[in-house]
């Protein structure tokens, strides 16, 4: 019985954590998401191009319901991370949403260092499971 009983906690216990990890769509666990033109500690002057990657899956607008694939967001001076991986990533000034499908912006960022973020996401904004989220990295603009 007390075997019965730990089993049941470490299901339990893994059923939990799983659910912090991600939302409901399943990813390729080899999927990456990354930055095409900027790396960790570069210098940048405003305008800034932003060119995301991705590899492992294809890219598909908000909406569209698809094995695979997912659309784009930039996450800038924010982190997403715990119960946030189970919820629509919110729309604002530091979550950005490429829902059309895009893989670049241009855009003007704050001046000083900057932290920057790609999450790939499904159809619902929400994150895969496992996350698609390339490292945090951090520029500097001028």
């Known amino acids: 019985m007390r075997y019965i ?16 990890h991600a939302g409901d769509t399943p990813a390729p666990k080899d999927a990456k998401v990354y930055f095409v033109n900027l790396k960790d500690g570069q210098e940048v002057t405003n305008p800034v191009t932003i060119r995301f990657g991705l590899s492992g899956m294809g890219v598909a607008p908000a909406g569209t ?48 260092q900057v932290t920057l973020q790609l999450v ?6 929400v994150p895969h499971n496992p996350p698609v989220m390339s490292e945090r990295i951090t520029v500097t603009v001028k």
């Open 120 to 125: 790939l996401a499904d159809w619902s904004h």
């Open 5 to 20: 009983f730990k089993f049941a906690a470490a299901c339990a216990l893994a059923m939990s954590v799983t659910a912090v």
């Open 65 to 112: 319901e698809k094995e695979k694939t997912g659309h784009h967001h930039l996450i800038i001076n924010e982190k997403i991370e715990g119960d946030e991986l189970n919820e629509p990533i919110p729309s604002d000034e530091n979550h950005r949403h490429f829902g059309g499908g895009q893989t670049e912006i241009t855009l003007d960022l704050p001046t000083g």
